[in-house]
T-cell receptor, first 111, second 115 residues
Framework: GESVGLHLPTLSVQEGDNSIINCAYS??????FIWYKQESGKGPQFIID?????DKRQGQRVTVLLNKTVKHLSLQIAATQPGDSAVYFC??????????FGPGTRLSVLP | NAGVMQNPRHLVRRRGQEARLRCSPM?????VYWYRQLPEEGLKFMVY????????ESGMPKERFSAEFPKEGPSILRIQQVVRGDSAAYFC?????????????FGDGTRLSIL
C-alpha cells in the first residue's frame, strides 16, 4: 500500500507485482519529463523520458504515462524486483528552463 | 565513457572552515548543474553553469556559497564559513545542451558533514 512518511511517501509492493508511481507536476508549459531512480548512497539515475507530444512511452519493464490535461505523470514498473527498491523522482522542464524535481516516492519491494 | 565524477565522496569540516566540492562533467557536456539534497527529501536546484559563465544562480544562498566552471578543469562549488545547516548531499549533473529533450546525468554526490 501507499503511505506518507515524515518526508517521502512510500509505496510497498510484493515482488513480482506491478508498481505504479505517480507524480503531479506544476507547470502546464512543461514539455519534457524524466523519471529518475535513486538508490541509497548514489546519485539519481535516468530511467525513461517523455516529450509532451506523447502520451505513453515504453522501455524495458517500465512505462511512462503522461496526462497533460490533469498535469499527471506516472511510472509503471512491470514484475517488480528487489533491485527496483529505491526512491523515484519525476522531473519536468520546458525549453530553456531548469528541471524541477518532484518530492520523490520510496518504493519498497517485499519478498 | 566516464560518467559525471564528483569528489570527494565524503567531506567533513568544522564550523567556520571552507568546503570545496568538485565536479567533472561527462565528456562532451558543457552544462553543469548543482543540487542539494537533505535526507529523505528531493533535489533542490542551486546553480547552472556553462564554461566560464553562471547562467542561473537563483537557488544559491546569497552569502557564503559560490560556484565556478572554468575553461579548464572541474566545476567547483565553494562554501565558506560552513555551518551545521550546510550538512547535506550535494549532487552535480551535466548535459550536452539545454535544448528540450536532453536529460541531465548525475554524479554520485559529495556528502558534506559539519562538526
Amino acid at each position: 500500500g501507499e503511505s506518507v512518511g515524515l518526508h517521502l511517501p512510500t509505496l510497498s509492493v510484493q515482488e513480482g507485482d506491478n508498481s505504479i508511481i505517480n507524480c503531479a507536476y506544476s507547470n502546464s508549459a512543461s514539455d519534457y519529463f524524466i523519471w529518475y531512480k535513486q538508490e541509497s548512497g548514489k546519485g539519481p539515475q535516468f530511467i525513461i523520458d517523455i516529450r509532451s507530444n506523447m502520451d505513453k512511452r515504453q522501455g524495458q519493464r517500465v512505462t511512462v504515462l503522461l496526462n497533460k490535461t490533469v498535469k499527471h505523470l506516472s511510472l509503471q514498473i512491470a514484475a517488480t524486483q528487489p533491485g527496483d527498491s529505491a526512491v523515484y523522482f519525476c522531473a519536468e522542464t520546458s525549453y530553456g528552463q531548469n528541471f524541477v524535481f518532484g518530492p520523490g516516492t520510496r518504493l519498497s519491494v517485499l519478498p | 565513457n566516464a560518467g559525471v565524477m564528483q569528489n570527494p565522496r565524503h567531506l567533513v569540516r568544522r564550523r567556520g572552515q571552507e568546503a570545496r566540492l568538485r565536479c567533472s562533467p561527462m565528456k562532451g557536456h558543457s552544462h553543469v548543474y548543482w543540487y542539494r539534497q537533505l535526507p529523505e527529501e528531493g533535489l533542490k536546484f542551486m546553480v547552472y553553469l556553462q564554461k566560464e559563465n553562471i547562467i542561473d544562480e537563483s537557488g544559491m544562498p546569497k552569502e557564503r556559497f559560490s560556484a565556478e566552471f572554468p575553461k579548464e578543469g572541474p566545476s567547483i562549488l565553494r562554501i565558506q564559513q560552513v555551518v551545521r545547516g550546510d550538512s547535506a548531499a550535494y549532487f552535480c549533473a551535466s548535459s550536452p545542451r539545454t535544448d528540450v529533450g536532453q536529460p541531465q546525468h548525475f554524479g554520485d554526490g559529495t556528502r558534506l558533514s559539519i562538526l
